[in-house]
Each structure stands twice: as structure tokens, then as C-alpha cells.
């Protein structure tokens, strides 16, 4: 009995230590899908007997990615990518100065319209005042019809000579040419913001840039009239300004020579040289020529209304031989009035003025730009030289090799302007 006992609990020992290792073999079997799903690795340390105090060295790639070392690398990789808050206030400057980009163009073309309705309303006024002159000095009828002729002459030559006043004190056609320099300026910032955000890796002194290029445009372009407007007749021509203080720029990833050496910066120098010598002082010398002119027929077409009006006054039917002034001045003022507001305001002389002070001043930014690039001593805070030398010969006009050749050349004699586009 004793012997049946014996052999029965060897024979379930042995079923039992079967059915464990065939447990085993499964368990086995099923590490691969253990790895896969990526299962807590200190069950693993303890099947092995380790010590939870002894470090654990594996090659798996499963314990490699959860370790804390990977898992602290990838987390810092997140942290020292784009900011989210710099990116989302990149965007809302975008917004912003894509509708100023909107406002400036809708109010260049309401200003441009201003422009040709008025000179057509002041000439037409004009001249059916000057029409009335005439035909109540050469009419031989007395009585009311020729005071009613004279009467009408006198006010609308008045009516003119306010309206001519107030158009050429607020010029229109430089107010839509300061609307499309906006326009554009407005652009080129929605560019660089665009370029920015797509390549760059924004930082908040890009965010802080694009905010006082922002409001130095606002100031340098205001779209009110009243108490902010430009001055129209300034007492010196000065070259606009609608950018700021240029900061200096951030290391360049420690790249020491950044695209500069001696070469380039002689090359630089050279073109700035040219820039301030020619360039800058011919569009300042025909803004002080245009600002004279426009002077001149702002004075000279109220002027000549308003002596018009005076001789309209006094004109009499079937006049004297010595009563004829009244009639050529109340005629030939209102004719001269009319080709002078034509000189001026369908010529835009206005606008002229605004284009070369514009010119002017960019290349007052252009020699900025070269300025600040020179002056910086830690080359690696310089605009990379290759860009940068690509991007002054692109704005001037010029290939590469042709502005070389420029500079090379003005360091001893040259009557020729750096720009090749205006």
C-alpha cells in the first residue's frame, strides 16, 4: 500500500513538473511578445536574480528606449524646440499686418481718386467761371443778366480758390504714393515673418523685431489726416525713415567666420561709399527741386483764382478804354489757374517729391544695414556675408560678379550710381 502511495506521488510529481516546464517553454516562446508590448522591466530583473540595488545592463532595444536616460534626452529635445507661444504671437502679427496691407492699399486708391475728381472739379469750376467773364465783359446788355454773370463768376472763382487751397495743402497724390509705399513695406514684412516661421527657428527677440518694424511703419506712414499727417512742404528734404533702431543680431550657432572676411567687408565699405556719395544725394537734390516746384504752383494756382474773382468783380458791359483790366484779369487768371492745377496736380508733382524722399531713404537703409553688419566686432552676431553680399546686389540691381566690379572701381574714380533699378 505503502508502494502505491510512493509510486502515485511520483507520478503526480512528475505530471506536475511536466506541465511546469512545459509552462516554461511557453512563457518562453512568448518573450518576443512580452518585448512587444513593452512590459515593465523589473519583472525581468527579478526572474533573473538581481538585486533591485545592482545597476541593470542590457543591449534589448525594448529597455533601451524606456530607460530614464532616453526617456530624459527625448524630453529635452521637446523642450528645445519653436516656443508655441512665440510661434502664436508670429501669427497674430501676421494678421495684423496683413490688414494693414488691406487698409493702406483701399486707402491708396480712395486718395488716388481724390486726386483726379478734384483737379477735374477745381478745372471744370475754372473754366465756367472764366467763361462767365468773358461773356459779361464782351456782352452789350446790361442790367440784372450781366451782374448775375459776374456774381456767379466771383463765387465760383472763390469756391475754387478754398477747394485749390485745401488740395494743395493735403496733396493727394503724395498721400496715395505715401499709401503704396506702405502697401508695400507692409508686404515685404509679411514676407519676412512668412520666411520666419517656415525656416527659421523663432525666438522672442523675432517677435519683439517684428513688433517695432510694425509700429515704425505706422509712424512712418500715419492714414490719418488731421494732427498726424506728413508734412507736405518741409523746410528741408530729409530721406524717410520707416525702420528702427537696427539690435544686434544673435549668434550665428557659433559659427565664427559666418561668411565674412577682409575682402567682402572692403566690398562693403566701397558700395557704401557709393550708396551716400551718389545715390542718396541725387534723389535729395531732386527732392529739394521737386519740394521748390511744388511750392511754387501750390502758391501760384490760389493766387491766381483769387485775382481772378477780384477782376470778375469789377467787370463792366461794353467797357471804357481804360476799364479793361477787370475782364483780362477775371479771364486770363481763371485760364492760368486751370494749367497750373494741371501742372501740379495731374503732373503729381506731389507724388514726384514722395518717391525721391523715399528713394532716399532706401538708401539711407541700405548703408544702415552695411553699417551695422561692419561695426558688429563678434562676427558670428553678423548676417551670414554670402546672404547678405547676394541680397545687397539683388536689391541694387546687380549680379554678384558686376558688383565686384563696382566696388573695385570707386576706390579710385567713379561717376557711376550703385543702383541699377532707379
Known amino acids: 500500500m505503502a508502494t502505491l502511495q510512493a509510486s502515485s506521488f511520483l507520478s503526480s510529481s512528475a505530471t506536475s513538473s511536466s506541465s511546469f516546464r512545459r509552462g516554461t517553454i511557453k512563457a518562453r516562446l512568448n518573450i518576443p511578445k512580452i518585448q512587444t508590448n513593452k512590459f515593465s522591466l523589473p519583472m525581468l530583473k527579478q526572474r533573473r536574480g538581481i538585486s533591485d540595488h545592482e545597476p541593470f545592463i542590457t543591449s534589448n532595444p525594448v529597455e533601451e528606449l524606456l530607460s530614464p536616460s532616453r526617456i530624459l534626452s527625448d524630453t529635452n529635445n521637446i523642450v528645445d524646440g519653436p516656443d508655441p507661444l512665440v510661434i ?29 475728381m ?17 461773356i459779361a465783359a464782351s456782352s452789350s446788355a446790361g442790367g440784372d443778366a450781366i451782374f448775375g454773370l459776374k456774381l456767379s ?14 488740395m494743395n495743402q493735403i496733396q493727394p497724390s503724395q ?29 522672442a527677440t523675432d517677435v519683439k523685431e517684428a513688433m517695432d518694424k510694425v509700429l515704425a511703419l505706422d509712424k512712418a506712414y500715419p492714414l490719418p489726416l488731421l494732427g498726424v499727417m506728413l508734412e507736405k512742404f518741409p523746410s528741408s528734404v530729409e530721406p524717410a525713415v520707416w525702420w528702427p533702431q537696427q539690435r544686434r543680431r544673435q549668434p550665428n550657432n557659433g559659427n565664427e567666420w559666418n561668411g565674412w572676411n ?40 490760389p493766387l491766381l483764382t483769387g485775382l481772378a474773382a477780384i477782376g470778375s468783380m469789377f467787370i463792366e458791359s461794353s467797357p471804357s478804354h ?11 487768371g481763371g485760364a492760368l489757374a486751370s494749367v497750373v492745377n494741371t501742372i501740379e496736380h495731374g503732373g503729381q508733382v506731389g507724388m514726384v517729391f514722395e518717391m525721391y524722399r523715399s528713394n532716399a531713404g532706401f538708401f539711407q537703409y541700405m548703408q544702415e ?21 547676394m541680397k545687397v546686389a539683388l536689391k541694387l540691381g546687380r549680379s554678384l560678379s558686376d558688383l565686384r566690379d563696382l566696388a573695385a572701381s570707386s576706390s579710385w574714380k567713379t561717376d557711376e550710381c550703385a543702383s541699377k533699378l532707379f
Do not use: C
Open 322 to 332: 481804360g476799364s479793361n483790366w477787370a475782364a483780362m484779369l477775371g479771364i486770363v
Open 175 to 203: 498721400l496715395a504714393e505715401e499709401q503704396r509705399n506702405a502697401t508695400r513695406l507692409f508686404q515685404d514684412l509679411r514676407n519676412q515673418i512668412e520666411t520666419t516661421l517656415s525656416i527659421g527657428h523663432p525666438s
Open 153 to 166: 463768376s466771383t463765387m465760383m472763382y472763390l469756391a475754387a480758390t478754398g477747394m485749390l487751397a485745401i
Open 118 to 134: 478734384l483737379l477735374t472739379s477745381i478745372n471744370g469750376i475754372t473754366l465756367a467761371a472764366a467763361t462767365m467773364a468773358g
Open 88 to 116: 502664436e504671437k508670429l501669427y497674430a502679427i501676421k494678421e495684423a499686418v496683413a490688414d494693414r496691407v488691406e487698409m493702406h492699399r483701399n486707402i491708396g486708391e480712395q486718395r488716388s481718386q481724390w486726386n483726379s
Open 262 to 301: 577682409g575682402k567682402l567687408e572692403e566690398e562693403m565699405k566701397e558700395i557704401k561709399g557709393v550708396l551716400g556719395r551718389k545715390d542718396q544725394e541725387e534723389y535729395i537734390s531732386l527732392g529739394k527741386k521737386a519740394l521748390k516746384l511744388n511750392k511754387l504752383l501750390a502758391i501760384s494756382g
Open 369 to 389: 544695414s552695411i553699417e551695422s553688419n561692419l561695426t558688429e566686432t563678434e562676427t558670428e552676431r553678423r548676417e551670414n556675408g554670402e546672404v547678405f553680399e
